[in-house]
Every structure is written in C-alpha cells, then in structure tokens.
C-alpha cells in the first residue's frame, strides 16, 4: 500500500509541484493544500484542496484556519501530513493535537518576518511565537530543516520538543525542468529586443517585492550603479500587490525610473534568468534555501546576496558569488559593478555555484532524502498500532 501524503503550504505552493510529482513517481499517494491557484495541481494530475489564513498577524483568523485544517485533514486521511511555510508550520500541528494516527511533518523553509525583522512588532512578537512553536512540536513528528542556522535556532530554543530533527538542504529544483523551459522559452536576445534592453546591462531579482526581501536597499545600489554605469538596468520580478503593508510602494520603484523597471509575476522565470547579466538578491529575510538563488545558479548567472542563513548555503564569498551585509545599498552595488566589469571572473563563480546546485540541491537527491523520513515515521511501531485501531470496523 502506498503512503498517502497531504502536503500544505501556501499561495505559491505550485512551486513544489516539480517535488510532489517526483514523490508520485516513488510511489507516494500525493494530495496538496494552499492558498493559491488550483489550476497548476489540476493540470499536474494531484488532487488539490483550498483552503484559507491569513499571513500576516490576525488570531481570529487563525483560528478559523485551524478548525478548517482539522476538518481537511479528517476528510483527505492521509498517513503524513507536511507543512510548509511560516503560519502552516504552526497551524498544522496545533489542528493536529488530538491526533496521534496521523504523522505531522514540518519544513523550516526559512523564519519569516517575525524573527527577521528588528521592528518593535516583531520583536514582540518572538516570544509569543517561539512558545507556539514549543506547542506545535508536540504534536510534530518530525522537523525538517533546510539549513543549519536554523536547526541551531530551534534547538535553542527548545522549539523542536522530542520530536525527530533532520537537515534536509532545499527544496530541490528541477534541473532538466529548468532547461527545458529555458529552451522552450524565448532566447536571450528576444527577451532583450522585447523589453528594449538589447545594449544594456540586466541585473534581475526575482523575489516577491518586500521591504523585508531588501528591495529598498536594492532600489538604492540601482541608483549608485547606473550613475557608474549608465547602461546597467535593473528588473524586478516577482509580486508587490499581495504583501500588504509590507510591500515596496509603485510610487518609490518610479522614482528609479528608467533604469528599474518591476514586471510583476512571470511565466517566463528561466529564460529572463538566461538573458540577464546578473543576479541580485538582497534580502534580509532568514531564508530556507531560496529556490530563485537555485534556478540563478542553474542558469550560471553570477550571484551577489546577503550574508542571510540560506543564501551563504549556496554562495561561498568571492568563490561562488559574493555576500554582502544585508541592508548595505553600496556593498552591494559595489559588487554588483564588480561582476559586471569582470567578465571571466564573474563566469568562474558562476560556474562554481551551478555545480554545487547540481550536486547537493537537485530534486531526485532531495525527494530521496525525504522517501526516507516518511519510510522512518511510517516504520514507528507506536503510530502503526494506532492506525491499526482507528482501521477496525
């Protein structure tokens, strides 16, 4: 009998559809949940369910979210359950406490906002945060963590309980998905001739468009840079209209016109990667393992980010990419014209971070690393037993 998996994340969980197919093809039984869109799972062939809560901070809603959880997970009746992203790591396993059948997977991709950002809410918020994580572990089998830093993090604070602790680097890419879509995408001097940037220089984010992911400080360098180098041009793509007050405002990105332009979301990720000259990516979140610094490293585009748990997972200074200080505009401009007036050297570590990625971040590496630890949870003779009376007529 094969595993039955739900797995639940949120608005872009339909960039795991890559892994959660990878995972069907091991055998697994795969059913989603999120927040987003249904088309993507519906043309992937995995059943998808929706349901709703709210990102930002909002307890009533929360509440609503946990209650609709519950009735999900009863209804669906999987053997594992595998959250991703900030508030589903905690909603899970809190609408999984009186179930002990049932085994509740989270994935630390990333801390968020609320243990990221030094504002006054978020410092406040850290302890009452960090005491529902100690409450979710009670009902979480297993914690998942995409890098060291934060592993260390949890067990500082107690935050993992006596559950099982496992590292697990990223989520996987999809190598040969990638190329493919690059392939099948339009070339590099057709995205330049379409966006009318055939004689310049192209520094591309791709992030949802935050205070939090450094786009004011990337905004800034912009500045700095094109003043040294009057052709470079900066894309922004990604989301702004989703992140509520957290968002860059239109007005501020207009201000750096013409040499910033924001796309929005786009289809066309691998082949703008392709195109560009350089990858930025200045965030100053505690990221997992940020897939678009993956998909930068596959497309050998030279990388410069910020010395955040995640980002130092992939670029090793001045070896694979640069690190810079997070929230430093002329760092990172700095380095920025730096692999723009290198070439070679620029090509080098590019070179270098696509073959780390290849070897350590691909998706049949990680899907294994994870075929694993459900096989271990599923194997615990303690929930075996469980499930087997829950099964009695």
């Known amino acids: 009998m094969s595993p039955h998996l739900l797995c639940i994340g949120g608005e872009d969980h339909h960039l795991r559809i890559p892994f959660l197919r990878a995972l069907g093809d091991r055998g697994v ?10 088309a993507p799972f519906t043309r992937a062939g995995i059943e998808y369910h929706s349901f709703r809560f709210n990102r930002f901070v909002d307890p009533l809603a929360d509440w609503r979210a946990i209650k609709m959880l519950k009735s999900l997970i009863h209804d669906v009746g999987p053997d594992l359950v595998q959250s991703f992203d900030t508030k589903p790591n905690l909603l899970v396993p809190l609408a999984m406490r009186a179930d002990r059948a049932v085994a509740v997977i989270r994935t630390i991709n990333g801390l968020g906002w609320i243990y990221s950002s030094r504002s006054i809410l978020a410092l406040a918020l850290c302890p009452v945060y960090r005491a529902l994580h100690r409450l979710a572990a009670h009902s979480t089998a297993m914690t998942v963590f995409q890098n060291q830093e934060d592993q260390a993090f949890f067990e500082h604070h107690a935050m993992i309980g006596n559950g099982l602790s496992r590292l697990i680097p990223g989520s996987g890419i999809d ?46 360098a912009a500045a700095l840079v094109h003043k040294e180098r009057p052709t470079a041009r900066f894309l922004l793509v990604g989301p702004r209209e989703s992140e509520g007050p957290l968002a860059v405002t239109q007005s501020e990105i207009d201000r750096h016109a013409p040499y910033v332009a924001a796309l929005g979301s786009r289809s066309d990720v691998p082949s703008l990667l392709k195109a560009a000259d350089v990858f930025a990516f200045p965030t100053e979140y505690r990221e997992g393992v940020p897939r678009v610094l993956l998909e930068a490293a596959v497309a050998e585009l030279p990388i410069v980010t910020t010395r955040m748990p995640g980002c130092s997972d992939v670029v090793c200074d001045g070896w694979s990419g640069f690190l810079v200080q997070p929230n430093a505009p002329r760092q990172l401009a700095s380095r920025i014209v730096d692999l723009l007036e290198d070439r070679q050297a620029a090509a080098a570590m590019a070179a270098r971070a696509s073959e780390l990625v290849r070897q350590e971040f691909g998706l049949d590496l990680t899907v294994s690393r994870y075929v694993a630890a459900y096989n271990e949870l599923l194997d615990d003779p303690v929930r075996t037993k469980i499930r087997a009376t829950k099964a009695r007529p």
């Open 29 to 38: 039984k795969v059913t989603a949940a999120g927040t987003g869109d249904k």
């Open 175 to 220: 190598i040969a998905g990638f190329e493919r879509a690059a392939a099948a995408g339009p070339s590099p001097a057709e995205i330049r001739r379409t966006l009318g940037l055939e004689k310049c220089e192209i520094i591309i984010t791709v992030t949802r468009l935050t205070r939090q992911k450094g786009i004011p400080t990337l905004l800034e």
